[in-house]
Nanobody
Framework: QVQLVESGGGLVQAGGSLRLSCAAS????????MGWFRQAPGKEREFLAA????????YYADSVEGRFTISRDNAKNTVYLQMNSLKPEDTAVYYC?????????????WGQGTQVTVSS
């Protein structure tokens, strides 16, 4: 099991950018695939992006591809989500997740979330 702590959320105007961070505990961070999800009020949790343990492979939801970029620094046990061209509909609580299997990352360990609010 890995402990995850997200940070970097906040209030931003439409068109702006934010970078979220997710710090993980433990010594085997590079063995975990990492992912970002979000959940808006009244909606189901939505997959955004995932990255393999080495960082070699990345995957994105159609809704964010081209605007969001996932990356990781295994030396710092941290995964990032760079979010550009933000829209009001990006407003949600953003969560990171970790799993040894990228295919089942939604069934892995979760952080507590960080709020992102995009004003119009």
């Amino acid at each position: 099991q890995v402990q995850l702590v997200e940070s970097g959320g906040g209030l931003v105007q439409a068109g702006g950018s934010l970078r979220l961070s997710c710090a993980a505990s433990g010594r085997t961070f590079s063995s975990y695939a990492m992912g970002w999800f979000r959940q808006a009020p009244g909606k189901e949790r939505e997959f955004l992006a995932a990255i393999s343990g080495s960082g070699e492979h990345t995957y994105y939801a159609d809704s964010v591809e081209g605007r969001f970029t996932i990356s990781r620094d295994n030396a710092k046990n941290t995964v990032y989500l760079q979010m550009n061209s933000l829209k009001p509909e990006d407003t949600a609580v953003y969560y990171c997740a970790a799993s040894h299997n990228i295919a089942t990352i939604s069934h892995g360990d979760w952080g507590q979330g960080t709020q992102v609010t995009v004003s119009s």
